[in-house]
């Protein structure tokens, strides 16, 4: 092996050990007064358990890898996004308006495939939503909507 190849094989690994002493923080905040999911019908909050309560919620399922750097910026950059965005924990700090926005956006944004995020989807088949999930989150949806108004 050429020592070129060599000293960069060394440099990749020392800066892959180093790496692992960047650790980010893997939080899970106590709920915030209700969860959005507590009152879904128990087919509605299967779907959100194995699809989305990872990302929009404060009961994120860490995984083993979500130790190892890189990989665990982008896991807790995508979490603490996702919660930023939309998290069922905080629910009832949001004011009627912004529930209804979300509401809505769980139906449409699910509708068009934006969510799960495709890359989630590439580690968790299982999150993968079918024409049914999909039309049970629509219809949980607009009922809640129904309900705010």
Known sequence: MPRVLRLAIFVFLGT??????????RTNPPVAGADLMRSAPPAVGHIFDRACRDCHSNETRWPWYSNIAP???MLVDHVNEGRDH???SEWSTY?????????????SLTKRG?????SYLWIHHEARL???D???LCGWSDRMRDQLQ
Do not use: H, T, Y
Not at 16 to 25: F, G, S, T
Not at 114 to 118: A, K, T
């Open 16 to 25: 892959l050990v180093a790496a692992q002493a960047i650790r980010p923080a």
């Open 71 to 73: 990989i665990s910026w």
């Open 86 to 88: 939309f998290n069922v």
């Open 95 to 107: 004011d009627e308006d912004d529930q209804d926005k979300l509401l809505g956006s769980v139906c």
């Open 114 to 118: 934006r969510m799960p995020f495709p």
């Open 130 to 132: 079918s024409a049914s």
């Open 134 to 136: 999909v039309a049970a």
